[in-house]
């Protein structure tokens, strides 16, 4: 055990020794482990957008056993899935890779303007499988965020009382909540803070452009001259909002970008503090052999070995 991860844990001091080993295999995993860095491999995508959408430009994606597979190859900390992809590899990648059941899904078959998701596992499931945590996704913002708000603070009550760590996915989406404004500075820091204020361990958020929407945050900020002009110092002030850094706040990759916007996203993760990404269409729209040598590059990068 290394002394940052040792930090890290030192953070959750309410946990149990189940949920606080589960934390640390989730650290002590793949070729960021030790470092407090995570790059996670996250395919909820099948089920949120539709599988030719998601995986027709790289067949072999349609078959759960191989993102297993390109979790291994790529040396990241964990997997994520929905119930079905996991189970249809759980058996035969045992022991292999650290995995975390995504609880909720939504699809896209209507286009709602106040989302929601529904419950589409359990965490006696994520026993079963052997899974090292649970993911949930909330949408600050929408018209059911408080119905959602109550149903993660019970399953996360549930999963930390057998072990297990929690991942919250906060996406800012609602009504009134449109375009440039899902991911302005003071709503991503609002969710960042909403999920670590409802007991999440890992926090997951969209990167956050420099956009105010709130007016009377917007008034503080310039009031306060809170730096949020450049990404770097957005990330660190997301960051800031979870805890002032006391819990584990990872950022999304998003669409499949070229080379150059990702690991410039990537850097400015880093050296803002923040402590990795989830990688999903990034990482299997792309051939086998190209995802793990951008995935290798992204962790060189969050360690300092790349500039």
Request: charged share 20%; hydrophobic share 40%.
């Amino acid at each position: 055990m290394t002394a940052r991860v040792d930090e890290i844990l030192s953070w959750y001091g309410s946990d149990n020794p189940g949920t606080l080993t589960n934390l640390a295999r989730l650290m002590n995993h793949g070729n960021l482990a030790g470092t407090g860095k995570f790059l996670i491999l996250p395919v909820d995508q099948g089920f949120e957008h539709g599988p030719g959408r998601s995986f027709g430009m790289n067949p072999p994606a349609y078959d759960p056993r191989y993102h297993y597979q390109l979790a291994i190859d790529s040396g990241c900390n964990a997997y994520a899935a929905p119930l079905g992809f996991l189970e249809a590899g759980a058996r035969a990648f045992a022991g292999k890779m650290p995995t975390i059941l995504k609880l909720d899904n939504h699809d896209v078959t209507q286009d709602e303007e106040d989302p929601t998701q529904a419950v589409t596992g359990s965490v006696e499931d994520a026993l079963r499988l052997g899974c090292s945590a649970i993911g949930f996704t909330i949408y600050p913002g929408s018209a059911h965020r408080l119905e959602m708000y109550e149903t993660l603070r019970g399953l996360a009550e549930e999963a930390k009382a057998v072990g297990l760590a929690v991942v919250v996915w906060a996406y800012v989406r609602g009504s009134t909540i449109k375009g440039e404004m899902q991911t302005a500075i003071d709503l991503i820091g609002y969710a960042a803070h909403i999920s670590a204020q409802l007991g999440a361990h890992i926090i997951k958020v969209k990167l956050p452009n420099d956009k105010l929407c709130l007016e009377p945050a917007k008034k503080v900020y310039e009031a306060q001259n809170i730096p949020i002009s450049t990404l770097t110092e957005r990330v660190a002030h997301v960051v800031q909002c979870a805890f002032n850094g006391r819990r584990i706040v990872i950022f999304s990759g998003g669409d499949k970008v070229g080379d150059d916007q990702l690991f410039g996203e990537i850097r400015a993760i880093r050296d803002g503090g923040g402590f990795g990404s989830i990688i999903g269409r990034n990482s299997f729209q792309r051939q086998h052999d190209d995802s793990v040598k951008m995935l290798h590059q992204v962790q060189d990068i969050l360690t300092g070995k790349v500039q």
